[in-house]
């Protein structure tokens, strides 16, 4: 990792990492006991932990082949905001990330993921996949969890989200550009009796 920029906010300094392997997140949030998944990519292997205490190396062959947990890692990606940008806040590593608020609804912003385990994101590529045996209780557990979210129901509702976004802003643009046409037009036609001639009509 190198850093790219660093600030302060809220009287933290924030240094932010550019990071050479590719971390993303999907984090529902509650209260007390918020659960996430997260996903660490190198060039041949990917780790997968589940809040902090469930972790597995799949091999690209592996993963593909575990369509829900494939899904949720594409998820993941459209809901980080930089899958290769990290930032220290204190002692720990964080992420930006799309929360799944208390599975209602999904946050318009940004919010900070903390990655508890600092040493995970500065260490080598895995030399071997996790045991079979070791993967299947892990899919089980992953299963558990995340029984009832539906990623490609998130990702429909959260790119609808964007999609609509777009188009509020650009008929904002096409609102302001037509006005700054009609005044350009009243004021060429009245000069400097604009407002005179407004009042006409009030």
């Known amino acids: 990792m190198y850093i790219i920029d660093c600030n302060i906010k809220n009287d933290f300094l924030f240094i932010i990492y550019r990071n050479m392997t590719e971390i993303s997140c999907y984090y529902v949030y509650y209260n007390f006991t918020p659960e996430y998944i997260t996903f660490i990519k190198y060039e041949k292997y990917f780790i997968v932990r589940i809040n902090n205490y469930k972790m597995i190396t ?42 799944l608020w208390k599975r209602l609804y999904l946050t318009e912003d940004y919010k900070y993921v903390y990655l508890h385990d600092n040493n995970l994101f500065n260490k080598c590529e895995p030399k071997r996949e996790t045991s079979n045996k070791k993967i299947k209780k892990f899919i089980k557990f992953f299963n558990n969890i995340f029984e009832n979210d539906e990623p490609i129901t998130l990702m429909t509702i959260y790119l609808n989200a964007i999609i609509n976004g777009a188009e509020k802003e650009l008929n904002k643009g096409l609102h302001l550009n037509n006005t700054i046409r009609l005044l350009t037009g009243i004021k060429k036609k009245y000069g400097g009796d604009i407002y005179d001639a407004i009042r006409k009509y009030v």
Do not use: N, R, W
Not at 64 to 79: A, E, H, Q, R, T
């Open 58 to 99: 799949l091999s690209y062959e592996t993963f593909m082949k575990i369509p829900k947990l494939f899904d949720f890692y594409i998820l993941s990606l459209i809901l980080t905001e930089d899958a290769q940008q990290l930032y220290k806040i204190d002692d720990g590593y964080c992420l930006m990330t799309v929360y």
